[in-house]
């Protein structure tokens, strides 16, 4: 279900302003779902992940009075199918349906789905999506909060919180993929990267979720990198990999709690 990920600074320009309105669902530290809507039911809750604040959005799943499948989602306006943007966000799930993020459109009061990025995790898990909203006539553009299936009557629930959709543009093909691996992720001092072939004279660069670089490690060689946490907070990361000056690779990492 995942499109093409990853958007980095040098590579892609993003625009200077978010379009999905209180994408933390508080306000002031407290409780707020303004600008959302839902098909089933959706509520307040009183957990988030870090640098989240206090409030999350809890969205009820499949088989809620008959309701599915069961979605919290926001209206973008102004927006056009020739558009990319970045969808990104954390979430999990009560259940074993899979909950995610999406793009997707609405059209007389129906909500169809399109590109997204879910998990079946039961503990925060950051979630990024790269796309453009396929309209048709009459469509409105939604950024949607999926919040699983469950059969029989026990429903699903998924959590979510920090959305946030940025238009971007520029976008560079790789010119060689190469298969990486980083392990320990997440990790809190240190983890590795592993390379399935060689690099002769790698660059690696760092990017936060917003796209500002952090970090950068030059004239590497070998199919592993050693990588210290050193001062990078809490949170998600990008990671953006050349060799002679050729992108042969894109990754997310995520930094966690001391």
Not at 205 to 226: A, C, E, F, R, T
Request: neutral net charge; proline residues 4%.
């Amino acid at each position: 279900m995942k499109a093409t990920l990853l958007f980095i600074l040098s590579l892609i320009s993003f625009s200077s302003f978010c379009q999905v309105l209180n994408g933390s669902f508080e306000n002031a530290a407290g409780p707020d779902l303004s600008y959302w809507q839902w098909t089933c039911n959706a509520e307040s809750y009183n957990k988030a992940p870090t640098g989240g604040g206090n409030w999350s959005i809890k969205v009820f799943g499949g088989n809620v009075k008959g309701c599915w499948p069961g979605y919290a989602y926001q209206k973008i306006h102004s927006v056009n199918s020739s558009q990319t943007f970045v969808l990104s966000g954390w979430g999990y799930g009560e259940g074993s349906p899979p909950v995610g993020i999406y793009f997707g459109t609405v059209n007389n009061g129906i909500v169809t789905r399109q590109e997204g990025d879910t998990t079946t995790s039961t503990s925060w898990k950051p979630l990024t999506v790269q796309s453009s909203f396929n309209l048709s006539a009459g469509d409105t553009a939604v950024v949607i909060l999926y919040g699983g299936i469950a059969a029989g009557p026990v429903q699903g629930y998924g959590y979510f919180d920090l959305i946030s959709l940025d238009e971007i543009t520029g976008v560079q093909v790789l010119a060689e993929t190469k298969s990486i691996t980083i392990f320990p992720n997440p990790f809190s001092e240190k983890t590795s990267i592993f390379l399935s072939k060689d690099l002769k004279n790698g660059k690696l660069m760092i990017y936060n979720g917003v796209g500002q670089p952090v970090k950068q490690l030059l004239n590497i060689s070998g199919k592993s990198i050693s990588l210290d946490r050193e001062n990078l907070p809490e949170g998600l990361y990008f990671l953006l990999l050349r060799d002679n000056n050729k992108i042969i690779a894109m990754e997310k990492m995520v930094v966690a709690a001391k």
